[in-house]
C-alpha cells in the first residue's frame, strides 16, 4: 500500500511548481515584451505604451526586416556557422570523450590527457593571443575563424565521457567478443545508446553557435560577413550602421525603429525556439533503458 504524503510533502511540491512557475515567467515576459514591440505601431513604440500587448499592431517591422539585404546576409552566415560548427563539435567531441573514456590499463596516460583538456577551462590566453593566433593561421576574415577556436567544447567533452564511463560494460565486452573494432563499437554501440546526451550536447553547441557575437565582430573585417547577432548588436548599439538608402529612410519613417530593432531580436531568436521542442524529449528519457539484458 502507498502511503499518503505528508502535509510537508505537498506543501513542499506546490512551493516548487509555484517556484518553478514564476521563474518561467520572469524568463518569458523578455521575450514577450520584444514580441509585442515589434508588432506595435510606431506611435505606441516610439511612446513606450507597450507592455505585455502589441498596441496598433502591424507586421510592417519584419516585412521590412525580411527585405533588409544585410539582415539575410547575416542569418545565412549564422545558419552556415551552426551547420558546420555542429557537425565539427558534436564529431570531435564523440571522437574525444569515447577513448578518455576508457580506463588507465586501456588508455595509458589518460589521467594525463584528461587534465590537458581540464587545465583550458580553467585558464585561457586572453584576447590578444587568440587574435595573434587567427590572425597568423589565415583564419582572418573567414568563416572559420568562428568555428575552428571553439572546435572543441571541453566542457561537453567532459559530459560526454562521464556518461560514456556510465554505460554497461557488458556491452563493450561481448562486441569485441564478436570481433567488434573501436570504431565499431563507438559508433554502433556508444552513440545511438548517448541520444539524450547528444541531443542536450548538441543544443548547447546550436545555441552557442547561434547567440555568439563577439567574435564576430573581432575576427570579421567586413560588416558583411558578420554573423546575425553581431549584425543585431551593431544596430542596437548605433543606429547609424543600418545604412539606409533614400526609399528606405521613406520607408523606416513610417515604422518605430524600436519595433524595428526588436523584429529583428525576435527572428533572430525564432530559431532556437523552434529547435528547442524537437530536442526536449531527450532530455527526460531514460538512459539505456533495456540495454543488457539477464
Known amino acids: 500500500m502507498v502511503e499518503r504524503s505528508s502535509f510537508s510533502r505537498k506543501l513542499f511540491i506546490v512551493s516548487n511548481y509555484i517556484g518553478l512557475s514564476l521563474l518561467a515567467l520572469l524568463c518569458?515576459?523578455?521575450?514577450?515584451?520584444?514580441?509585442?514591440?515589434?508588432?506595435?505601431?510606431?506611435?505606441?513604440?516610439?511612446?513606450?505604451?507597450?507592455?505585455?500587448?502589441?498596441?496598433?499592431?502591424?507586421?510592417?517591422?519584419?516585412?521590412?526586416?525580411?527585405?533588409?539585404?544585410?539582415?539575410?546576409?547575416?542569418?545565412?552566415?549564422?545558419?552556415?556557422?551552426?551547420?558546420?560548427?555542429?557537425?565539427?563539435?558534436?564529431?570531435?567531441?564523440?571522437?574525444?570523450?569515447?577513448?578518455?573514456?576508457?580506463?588507465?590499463?586501456?588508455?595509458?596516460?589518460?589521467?594525463v590527457y584528461v587534465w590537458v583538456f581540464f587545465v583550458t577551462v580553467l585558464f585561457g590566453g586572453g584576447l590578444i593571443p587568440s587574435?595573434?593566433?587567427?590572425?597568423?593561421?589565415g583564419l582572418m576574415d573567414?568563416?572559420?575563424?568562428?568555428?575552428?577556436?571553439?572546435?572543441?567544447?571541453?566542457?561537453s567533452v567532459i559530459l560526454l565521457l562521464n556518461f560514456f564511463r556510465g554505460l554497461p560494460k557488458e556491452l563493450e565486452e561481448s562486441a569485441f567478443m564478436d570481433g567488434a573494432g573501436h570504431i565499431t563499437i563507438m559508433w554502433r554501440i556508444y552513440v545511438p545508446l548517448s541520444l539524450p546526451a547528444l541531443a542536450t550536447l548538441s543544443l548547447f553547441c546550436i545555441v552557442g553557435h547561434w547567440n555568439s557575437?563577439?567574435?564576430?565582430?573581432?575576427?570579421?573585417?567586413?560588416?558583411?560577413?558578420?554573423?546575425?547577432?553581431?549584425?543585431?548588436?551593431?544596430?542596437?548599439?548605433?543606429?547609424?550602421?543600418?545604412?539606409?538608402?533614400?526609399?528606405?529612410?521613406?520607408?523606416?519613417?513610417?515604422?518605430?525603429g524600436r519595433?524595428?530593432?526588436?523584429?529583428?531580436?525576435?527572428?533572430?531568436?525564432?530559431?532556437?525556439?523552434?529547435?528547442?521542442?524537437?530536442?526536449?524529449k531527450y532530455f527526460v528519457k531514460g538512459i539505456v533503458l533495456g540495454s543488457v539484458k539477464e
Open 131 to 137: 587574435y595573434m593566433i587567427i590572425q597568423k593561421t
Open 213 to 256: 557575437w563577439f567574435d564576430g565582430i573581432i575576427y570579421m573585417h567586413s560588416a558583411a560577413k558578420y554573423p546575425l547577432q553581431s549584425y543585431l548588436q551593431t544596430i542596437v548599439i548605433d543606429e547609424q550602421l543600418l545604412n539606409l538608402t533614400g526609399s528606405e529612410a521613406e520607408t523606416f519613417r513610417k515604422i518605430s
Open 28 to 111: 518569458l515576459l523578455p521575450l514577450i515584451n520584444t514580441l509585442a514591440l515589434s508588432l506595435s505601431s510606431r506611435t505606441a513604440a516610439e511612446a513606450g505604451l507597450v507592455t505585455l500587448w502589441p498596441i496598433g499592431f502591424n507586421t510592417a517591422s519584419y516585412q521590412y526586416a525580411l527585405q533588409k539585404p544585410e539582415f539575410i546576409r547575416s542569418l545565412l552566415v549564422s545558419v552556415e556557422r551552426v551547420a558546420l560548427g555542429l557537425i565539427i563539435n558534436m564529431a570531435l567531441i564523440i571522437l574525444t570523450a569515447y577513448p578518455l573514456s576508457k580506463e588507465v590499463k586501456a588508455l595509458r596516460l589518460r589521467t
Open 142 to 155: 573567414t568563416i572559420w575563424a568562428l568555428i575552428i577556436p571553439g572546435a572543441v567544447p571541453v566542457f
Open 259 to 280: 519595433a524595428f530593432r526588436n523584429a529583428q531580436i525576435f527572428l533572430g531568436a525564432l530559431p532556437v525556439l523552434l529547435v528547442y521542442p524537437f530536442l526536449q
